[in-house]
């Protein structure tokens, strides 16, 4: 059973920086690409980032350059580093499993999310 | 970046109704375009992919049409287990983005 386990949400001021961990399981991790994805209390779903299985990257504009995602395959994980966070980051943070697959891709698995909070 | 529309944002039908939703692109994206169903405190759950290719265990009562710019996801018979938050999602180019989303709520 394929399985994806965020961790390490919180509250943590403006300015300040948090790392987050997906835990990966039921799937050979290293041959799919991974994806976070936020969402803003009462709001819709924004893309934050890829990570390719030969470790090519992509964000958009809104966290580029003060996020960075990362994987380590051989402990089966993903992971995001956000730095400067703003109350805008707000969010829960979902990791999730890229596909694709008879013309067309598709995130398949989500893990349930893991709450960041950027307050003072 | 693709700007994907959906409408309508909140959608009010009975048990039984047919309903569509639309989504629309700002630009083409072929049949790179997913829709995922979401229900309250829980994580978004894939529907179709490539426009109108069903995931595994997704019921036939739901279907999804179109290419290039113009997308539908239809339900034929709406369930009690079908009102939730439903999203368009275009797998054509980073950024990936989402529509902005629309819920479905019992008439």
């Known amino acids: 059973e394929v399985q994806l386990v965020e961790s390490g949400g919180g509250l943590v001021q403006p300015g300040g920086s948090l790392r987050l961990s997906c835990a990966a399981s039921g799937f050979t991790f290293s041959s799919y690409d991974m994806h976070w994805v936020r969402q803003a209390t009462g709001k819709g779903l924004e893309w934050v980032s890829i990570?390719?299985?030969?470790?090519?990257?992509f964000y958009p504009g809104s966290v580029k350059g003060r996020f960075t995602i990362s994987r380590e395959n051989a402990k089966n994980s993903l992971y995001l580093q956000m730095n400067s966070l703003r109350a805008g980051d707000t969010a829960v943070y979902y990791c999730a499993r890229g596909v694709c697959t008879n013309g067309g891709c598709s995130f398949d698995y989500w893990g349930q999310g893991t709450l960041v909070t950027v307050s003072s | 970046d693709i700007q994907l529309t959906q409408s309508p944002s909140f959608l009010s039908a009975s048990v039984g109704d047919r309903v569509t939703i639309t989504c629309r692109a700002s630009q083409g994206i072929s049949s790179y375009l997913a829709w995922y169903q979401q229900k309250p405190g829980k994580a978004p759950k894939l529907l179709i992919y490539a426009a109108s290719t069903f995931q595994s265990g997704v019921p036939s009562r739901f279907s999804g049409s179109g290419s290039g710019t113009d997308f539908t996801l239809t339900i034929s018979s709406l369930q009690p287990e079908d009102f939730a938050t439903y999203y368009c999602?275009?797998?054509?180019?980073?950024?990936?983005?989402f529509g902005g989303g629309t819920k479905v709520e019992i008439k």
């Open positions: 999602q275009q797998l054509n180019s980073y950024p990936l983005t």
């Open positions: 990570i390719g299985t030969a470790g090519d990257t």
